[in-house]
């Protein structure tokens, strides 16, 4: 992976500077900014504004804090198709801090985060994975700084921050019951706002197209009422699952090893969380497009939802949730319908502003460097 910082006479050219020195010509940016659009569910119009959006940028300077986490959302993003990580760290941004990605180690990787912070005061993106021990300072420790401390100074001047994992989005697996750590949500000990990509792990061109929708548009992408980009978190599981003319005939797998499992029965009555889930794996799938869990047999665990782990029993049809499930699913619409309705204005105003970026750029004729 690169070193820690970009070459100084370098930093300050724009990516389309940067692409043009390379040999990428607009024909192939623009290819790549249609697949970013189509993946985001923009009008294909945006793959112009997405394209400008980007020549017009700076390389990112990015941290990438791992807090309680299993390292998933990194092997995650590293299998990202479009835009790859590759796309992501060696043309739009610069990977400034990442436990696992970056060269330096012990006291220079430290000196490398504390480096992008001053050099970048107020125009830094902080990724997060892994939620937060409040329990014990103790408990999880980088360099000998507590994992909440070390959250706190980093985001103090960031320019936003993104929360990825179902770890740090809603607490995940360190949160579940009786969570000994104490874990919370990224969302918990800031402010500022947090675009939240739960899974577990996210799905990668989730987490990569997020990030060039911020570099394109300076602006975050519209989100649910869980903080949650619409383009990837708008549909449930069941809404696009390819086993759903098989749950409209109610014909359902009653084990994995019957019939109806072996014929590709609907899963529901093995416990498929589908139906509740809100996540883009049945369209996106994972390896590039090659599978996602339903496809493999296995119903949805519903791993992209708060409180998962805890819903109840992954084998239990959700028919006959659990107290847990219900205490979960009663808070969950009632937060939901309250964070909804407040929410509304601002996700259309967002909405609007990219259509009108997106109408403005199609009347621009493109520029052709090739
Ligand atoms: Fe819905 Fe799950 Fe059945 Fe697919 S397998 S149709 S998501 S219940
Ligand atoms: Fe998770 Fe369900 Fe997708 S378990 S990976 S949200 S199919």
């Not at 009786?178 to 989730?206: F, H, Q, R, W």
């Not at 990569?208 to 903080?227: C, K, N, Q, R, V």
């Not at 964070?339 to 502003?353: L, M």
């Amino acid at each position: 992976m690169a070193d820690n910082k970009p070459q100084n006479n370098k930093a300050n050219q724009t990516l389309g500077e940067m692409l043009t020195e390379r040999g990428v010509s607009r024909r192939s940016f623009l290819k790549f900014a249609s697949y970013t659009a189509s993946i985001m569910a923009l009008p294909a119009t945006a793959a112009t504004a997405i394209a400008d959006g980007l020549a017009k940028a700076r390389r990112q300077s990015v941290i990438w804090l791992s807090f309680q986490e299993c390292t998933g959302c990194t092997e995650s993003i590293t299998r990202a198709s479009a835009p790859s990580i590759e796309d992501l760290i060696f043309d739009f941004i610069s990977l400034d801090y990442h436990h696992t990605l970056q060269n330096a180690s012990g006291h220079a990787a430290e000196a490398a985060r504390e480096q992008a912070m001053e050099e970048n005061a107020g125009d830094y993106l902080v990724v997060v994975d892994g939620s937060i021990p409040l329990a014990n300072d103790g408990y999880s420790t980088i360099a000998g700084i507590s994992n909440r401390q070390m959250f706190e100074e980093t985001v103090a001047n960031a320019k936003a921050i993104i929360a990825v994992g179902s770890c740090a989005t809603f607490g995940g697996i360190p949160g579940a019951n009786p969570n000994p750590t104490g874990a919370v949500a990224v969302s918990g000990l800031t402010d500022k706002p947090v675009i939240n990509i739960s899974g577990c792990p996210p799905i990668p061109e989730a987490m990569t197209g997020t990030i060039a929708y911020l570099l394109s548009f300076a602006d975050i992408p519209e989100l649910d009422h869980l903080g949650r980009p619409k383009a990837f978190f708008g549909e449930a599981i069941h809404d696009r699952c390819y086993r759903r003319p098989f749950y409209e005939k109610g014909m359902f797998a009653k084990s994995f090893d019957d019939e109806g499992a072996r014929q590709g029965w609907c899963l529901y009555e093995v416990g498929c969380k589908g139906p509740v889930t809100y996540n883009a794996c049945a369209t996106l799938k994972w390896n590039g497009g090659v599978s996602f869990p339903i496809q493999s047999g296995h119903g949805c665990l519903g791993c992209s939802e708060p409180g998962f782990w805890d819903m109840g029993g992954f084998y239990k049809p959700l028919s006959t949730p659990t107290g847990d499930a219900l205490k979960y699913a009663a808070g969950a619409a009632v937060a939901g319908a309250a964070i909804g309705a407040a929410s509304a204005i601002s996700v259309r105003s967002k909405r609007d502003k990219v259509m009108k970026a997106a109408a403005a750029a199609a009347t621009t004729p493109a520029e052709e460097t090739e």
